[in-house]
């Protein structure tokens, strides 16, 4: 992949254009970015993002670097359904790749904890902390099911018309369409594990 520009015939088979415009696309997705938002801080048109999306366009590596770095991912992510086999992540304490989703507009600190491994469920661990520095946010929506369970600190955790107190130790799980979040930061530092599934497919 060496230009930004589409090459070859239009109905010539292009796999790894495919395959990376879908991870691209699910990665986007997956942060609730829409593709302007995503264009403009990769500093591409939207027109050229949409061509990459659909596996039109072959990116340069510094286009694929601006992607990554907006979608706070690594570029070999782009890349996980094409290998042959990338079943194992481990990540060392303290190192979570922080990553920027809605609730870090509120100063709701994410580290991934691993990615990478392929199957036909998604699963992204998550670190959540909030601090003196964040504010309530309870309006979260999203494909699939999440768990969450409460290490540190104490949050009134809404999920669609309910609430539920959450100290350390606590768990909740539940479906992520309906709107949820913390509704109270009661306690801080509040730091709990969010795991978050949903069907592969659901990301395309």
Known sequence: MSTDDPSGSEDAPRPLEEY????IRRCRKRQDMTMAELASAAGLSQGMLSKIENGQASPSLSTLSALSAAL???ISSFFTPFELS????????G????IDRRGTRAGHLYQLLGSGVRGEVGVEPYLITLTEESEAYDQFR?????F?????????????DQTF????????FFDAVSVHGPKELVRLPAIYLSIISYRADDAG
């Open 20 to 23: 990376v415009g879908q991870e």
């Open 72 to 74: 706070s991912v690594p």
């Open 86 to 93: 990338r079943d194992v992540s481990y990540v060392p304490a």
């Open 95 to 98: 190192q979570g790749l922080q």
């Open 142 to 146: 999203h494909d699939g099911v999440e």
């Open 148 to 160: 969450i369970h409460m290490l540190e600190g104490e949050l009134i955790y809404r999920h669609g």
């Open 165 to 172: 107190t959450l100290k350390p130790g606590d768990s909740l």
